[in-house]
């Protein structure tokens, strides 16, 4: 079965860094777009970056210059490094992998700024 495992999350100051890693198992990997998404307390789910399987990528405005998404197929891991952390991205981050008419989502990691 799918399964999508995220680490990495954590308490950093203002304009701090993490990386977020998703591990992948139950699919093939090489041949899937995956997303990070984030949810901030009270607010709505919120793409932040895809990764397609041709590398190609994407990102919310908000991120952009300071999110990159990245995959490793041989390790099936996707990444998100984040720089120039800012309070308004503490949130939950959570790993998507979009099959079909289904959602895989994994259980989520706690990203807190501080300012």
């Known amino acids: 079965q799918v399964q999508l495992v995220e680490s990495g999350g954590g308490l950093v100051q203002s304009g701090g860094s993490l990386r977020l890693s998703c591990a992948a198992s139950g699919f093939t990997f090489s041949m899937y777009s995956l997303n990070w998404y984030r949810q901030a307390p009270g607010k709505e789910r919120e793409l932040v970056a895809t990764?397609?399987?041709?590398?190609?990528?994407s990102y919310v405005e908000s991120v952009k210059g300071r999110f990159t998404i990245s995959r490793d197929n041989a390790k099936n891991t996707v990444y998100l490094q984040m720089n120039s952390l800012k309070p308004e991205d503490t949130a939950v981050y959570f790993c998507?992998?979009?099959?079909?008419?289904?959602?895989?989502w994994g259980q989520g990691t706690q990203v807190t700024v501080s300012s």
């Open positions: 998507n992998l979009p099959w079909g008419s289904r959602n895989y």
């Open positions: 990764i397609r399987a041709s590398g190609v990528s």
